[in-house]
């Protein structure tokens, strides 16, 4: 294929790319939208759950035809069994069909005038004069050179765009969770709640989750450090034994690798920007990356549109100091707690679940976590004990 040049290519459509892709197409100008797998969506490496508010916020449809289930709050789980439930009388979140979900963010960039390539592979920059001008990608294994005076990688994790103009995405495998997920049919589990099991021998640093897709199908999955070694399939297979649910009515399985840690610094270089799972754009403590990367695409396709509007590349280095101002602060806060958590023992994880009440669970929830941190200092199991009080105190 010959040379194509549009104002903007945007590699990955994700979550983040599409979200790109849409806002940047409706204000006029010519953007392609390219993702390397044959059916965008497919796979999916997610647990599939999201706030309600994300679908008002970032503009998207609530469409039934990608939302498996409404959700009505959560209950967690101590490594000896304690409880703590929030219940809500209204719609706290859904659990969505990622492989339609996706699927329909591209067409809603397509809607707005983007244009959409599936199995359309980025190999690496074009570079003219110094400067990169585009990329060299395969097309149903065809070479292709794609020109565009912005460039976004929305490439995920491993991000072969970002790399290619040089931007440091490197960081260390501590800094990464491994996922196992199986969709499978499960019983005897309040299909209006998510569930989560916490413990350093359930699931180290991390948690077992089940997010109800029906009354009796879910994602049953784990996330745990990645330097574990114990594979994360070890921890997931061994709770379900010991739960007795059975693996045999399993309809799908899921493996991943989610950046909990090791933010991007450098989100812009020259005309290339950095996005999403990408950028390590996500929630270090429960590892949800769809809501970060709806944001950072949001951040990012403003300055986008204002650089080609006033013909400045230089305006897209604002979206590195809005981000680090308003997203990157707060995620090396929740960093800071994740790294503090994994100091916490089982009895620590027991007594925090048995003294937290629904309302500082909700502040939980919310990502509030140092409101909870201050109602548990003035807890008396917590004050007679100075290493949980030290451990505690570090984070105030």
């Not at 599409?18 to 390219?34: K, T």
């Not at 800094?175 to 709640?193: H, T």
């Not at 950028?279 to 990356?289: E, F, K, L, S, W």
């Not at 230089?314 to 990157?328: A, F, I, M, P, S």
Request: charged share 30%.
């Amino acid at each position: 294929m010959k040379g194509i040049k549009y104002d903007a290519v945007v590699v990955g459509a994700g979550i983040a790319g599409p979200i790109i892709a849409r806002n940047v197409a409706r204000e006029g100008y010519s953007v392609l939208l390219i993702d390397r797998k044959w059916a965008i969506g497919t796979p999916k490496q997610c647990a599939e759950g999201i706030s309600i508010r994300v679908f008002k916020k970032y503009g998207i449809p609530y469409d039934r035809r990608f939302i498996n289930r409404e959700i009505y709050g959560a209950k967690l789980y101590s490594p000896s069994g304690y409880e703590l439930e929030m219940r809500y009388k209204n719609v706290s979140g859904v659990i969505l069909e990622r492989k339609v979900f996706d699927k329909m963010l591209a067409y809603y960039a397509a809607k707005a005038g983007a244009d959409v390539m599936a199995r359309t592979e980025a190999l690496d920059v074009i570079r003219k004069d110094g400067k990169i001008s585009g990329i060299k990608a395969k097309h149903e294994d065809e070479p292709v050179e794609i020109h565009a005076d912005i460039i976004v990688a929305a490439d995920g994790v491993e991000s072969t765009i970002a790399r290619k103009a040089g931007i440091n995405t490197y960081a260390p495998p501590h800094e990464f969770d491994s996922s196992y997920e199986y969709e499978m049919l499960i019983e005897g589990y309040d299909p209006d709640l998510i569930h989560l099991w916490f413990g350093n021998d359930v699931a180290p640093r991390g948690y077992i989750w089940v997010f109800p897709k029906d009354e009796d199908r879910a994602n049953v999955g784990i996330g745990i450090n990645s330097d574990n070694p114990q594979t994360a399939k070890y921890y997931l297979d061994r709770w379900l034994r010991k739960n007795r649910i059975s693996t045999r009515k399993l309809v799908e399985i899921n493996v991943g690798i989610v950046p909990v840690g090791g933010f991007v610094k450098e989100l812009v270089r020259d005309n290339v920007l950095v996005v999403g799972d990408a950028a390590r754009q996500v929630n270090p403590m429960h590892g949800g990356g769809m809501g970060e990367a709806m944001e950072a695409g949001t951040l990012a396709s403003r300055w986008i549109v204002k650089a080609l509007e006033e013909e400045n590349l230089d305006l897209l280095q604002n979206y590195t100091r809005e981000w680090w101002e308003k997203e990157g602060t707060r995620l090396e806060r929740i960093l800071k707690v994740r790294k503090v958590t994994e100091k916490l023992t089982d009895a620590d994880l027991d007594l925090f679940i048995q003294v937290l009440s629904s309302a500082d669970a909700e502040k939980i929830a919310g990502g509030n976590y140092f409101e909870v941190i201050k109602a548990l200092l003035k807890n008396p199991k917590v004050l007679m004990n100075p290493r949980r009080i030290n451990l505690l105190r570090q984070l105030i």
